[in-house]
């Protein structure tokens, strides 16, 4: 078996396609959701749930429930696919940016219905 070179593995990583779009943490004990936005939705997810498991997330209202209610009681559900273009010059976070907005402006995941702060104009 040949080993690859650090420049071969480096070529095959960034061609490697992710899940790409939009998800929320649905909290299934109050209904809550945060909604959130990534080109590598499943990362995001990781390191959300790496945060809120060692309890330093940053959203602390998000936090509270999670420790309060536990894992268990939260969901992770993709909302929103971005699918790759043939174009080489896309911006997939451009892109990402766009659908995330436009699910904010359709679920309102603040205040009483979810974890999410508005964004200042």
């Not at 429930?65 to 993709?78: H, I, L, P, R, T």
């Not at 273009?85 to 995330?100: C, F, H, I, M």
Request: charged residues 30%; glycine residues 6%.
């Amino acid at each position: 078996m040949e080993m690859k070179t650090k420049r071969a593995l480096k070529e095959q990583y960034k061609e490697m396609k992710f899940k790409m779009g939009v998800y929320q943490l649905r909290n299934t004990a109050n209904g809550k959701i945060f909604v959130d936005s990534g080109t590598n939705v499943d990362a995001r997810w990781n390191k959300h749930r790496f945060q809120l498991c060692n309890g330093v997330h940053p959203n602390t209202e998000l936090q509270a429930d999670w420790n309060e209610y536990g894992e268990a009681a939260f969901v992770n559900e993709f909302l929103e696919a971005l699918k790759y273009s043939d174009k080489p010059d896309t911006n997939y976070q451009k892109e990402v940016a766009t659908l995330e907005e436009m699910c904010l402006e359709e679920l309102q995941p603040y205040g009483d219905s979810g974890y999410n702060r508005r964004k200042r104009k």
